[in-house]
Structure formats: C-alpha cells, structure tokens
C-alpha cells in the first residue's frame, strides 16, 4: 500500500486476495479455451492465411546478420537454458527469504515442459519448410515461446508482489523478453506465427495459475493489519 494511506482491515485484505485469486484462475480459464481452439484447428491440418503471409514477409525480409542475431538470442531461451535460470532463481529466492515464491516457481518449468511437449505430440504439427532439415520435433506450440512466458512472467510476478522489483520493469521484462523470443521463432523460420502465438497463451495461462497459488497462500497466511492488497 502506499505510504501514509491507511490500512486494510485483515478481513477486507483477505476478500480482496480471494478475489484477485479468482480473477487470475478465471482468466487462465479463457487463454486455455483460447489455446483449445488454436489446436483444434491445428488438428484438423489448417495453415492460417496469416502464418503463411508473414512467413513470406519475413523470409523475404531477413538478413544474414539478423538471423546471427536472432540465432543467438534463441539459444537462450531453450530449454536447456530456462531450466538452468529456473534452478538458479529458485535458489535466489530461497536465500533470499521468499521460500514460498521459490517453490512455486521451482514447479513452474516442470509442468511448463510437460504440458506443452503433451500438445506437441497431440497436435502433430509440421514445422515450416526452413527447419525441416534441422529439427524433428513438432510445431505446435512453440516451446520457446511457452517456456519463456511461463518462467518470466511467473518470476516477475513473484518479484513484484514479493517486493523485489517495481511494477513497470516488471512488466517491461515479463512482456518483452517473451517478445523478442517469439520473434526470433518467426525470423529463424523454425515455428508458424500461431505455433508463437499458442506457446504465449500456454505460458502465460501457466503463469496466471502460479500466481493464483501464490495468492491464495497469501489469503491463508496470517494478516496483518500493514498486510498489503494487490495494487
């Protein structure tokens, strides 16, 4: 809360965490149904008319730097890498007193790679022609893409409600870094523009059930009368 504003009553603090703890479940509810018709439609073999008109806009677009620049900057986003940042953030925040946020994130890569790796193979999806010859696994979502947006989003959160990090580098960090990833999928020519755009939806759903947990751990703790309420 800001300071010198008076403070929440414990029982209107715990209404208001119950119900910021609904909001984000309800929402993650909406992005999977949103995700749900995205493969429904992948099953069914349909290339949408934008993967294939920006695939064209980009392949005739890129260039040699570029595509260093972006092969480069995706390498920090695999999976490989995130596991490592997961573990090394978890860790942070255990050190750092916040043992409860590092829990939850330590879970977040695990169940962020067994969801979308299940899709993959449900769905099937073909990758585009320019990675036919380098990757065997499939499309859709972009795995990337979910594992970026599941870990940042989720730890930006947890830093800000934590009081780690200010709300506007906070969102800047869980907004961009999953951006940029995203782009670099499109530019290197290894995902569709909807296997992005549903790997973004599954990490962010993810993202908002980690924080409904987080929230609901703090609807149950002890509150006290300084207990601050979601912004």
Do not use: N
Not at 112 to 117: A, E, G, Q, Y
């Amino acid at each position: 809360m800001p300071a010198g504003s008076p403070a929440a009553p414990p029982g209107r603090a715990r209404r208001v965490l119950a119900g910021y703890w609904v909001l984000l479940i309800v929402v993650s509810v909406v992005l999977l149904v949103i995700l749900s018709k995205f493969a429904s439609e992948v099953v069914e073999g349909e290339l949408t008319r934008f993967d294939q008109a920006l695939r064209g806009w980009v392949l005739r677009h890129r260039s040699p730097d570029s595509t260093r620049a972006f092969g480069v900057l995706t390498l920090f986003a695999s999976l490989q890498a995130s596991l490592i940042f997961a573990a090394a953030a978890a860790v942070w925040l255990w050190t750092r007193k916040h043992r409860v946020a590092a829990a939850i994130f330590a879970c977040s890569p695990v169940v962020t790679t067994v969801l979308f790796v299940a899709i993959k193979q449900y769905t099937a999806r073909q990758r585009p022609p320019g990675a036919a010859a380098i990757l065997t696994s499939y499309s859709f979502p972009s795995g990337h893409m979910t594992s970026a947006t599941g870990l940042w989003a989720t730890l930006m959160y947890l830093l800000w409600r934590e009081r780690l990090l200010p709300l506007l580098p906070a969102l800047l960090i869980g907004l961009g870094w999953p951006f940029l990833v995203g782009l670099s999928r499109i530019y290197l020519d290894v995902h569709w523009a909807s296997d992005v755009a549903a790997g973004w939806l599954l990490g962010l759903a993810l993202a908002l059930v980690a924080a409904a947990g987080y929230e609901r751990w703090r609807g149950r703790r002890p509150v006290t009368s300084t207990e601050e309420v979601p912004a």
